[in-house]
């Protein structure tokens, strides 16, 4: 599942990507701490950045699924997400910065969760 828009890749019919999140052009390795499954929407719309700077000007960095053991308690630190309407909402300023710069709730991911959701592969 993609490790930011919790997408299952098995029912999408996409192939997901193995992101670096620290992109290697910025210094980041092909170690399993940096790598990141991601969708494709996810991927493109991080790209290379790490971080976006909110309205305030305040650098705020994006969530990194590789900073907390186990892996999926870290998602639910800084997300929540409504299985009524498949809407994933940022419970903290990284989580917040990563569903806006990441666009997770994309209408295309949006319908994909909520598909999910209703055969009960999320929840």
Not at 17 to 40: D, M, Q, R, Y
Request: glycine share 8%.
């Amino acid at each position: 599942r993609v490790e930011y828009c919790r997408i299952v890749e098995l029912a999408c019919g996409v192939t997901f990507h193995v992101e670096h999140f620290v992109p290697e052009s910025k210094g980041g390795i092909a170690t399993l701490s940096n790598l990141v499954l991601s969708c494709p929407g996810c991927n493109l719309a991080k790209g290379a950045r790490t971080f976006i700077v909110d309205a305030n000007g305040t650098k705020q960095a994006f969530f990194n699924p590789r900073e907390y053991e186990p892996m999926r308690l870290g998602w639910h630190l800084h997300f929540i997400l409504s299985t009524d309407t498949g809407i994933i909402v940022g419970r903290t300023p990284r989580g917040q910065a990563t569903v806006k710069a990441l666009n997770v709730n994309s209408a295309n991911r949006l319908y994909a969760r909520m598909l999910q959701i209703r055969i009960g592969l999320l929840s």
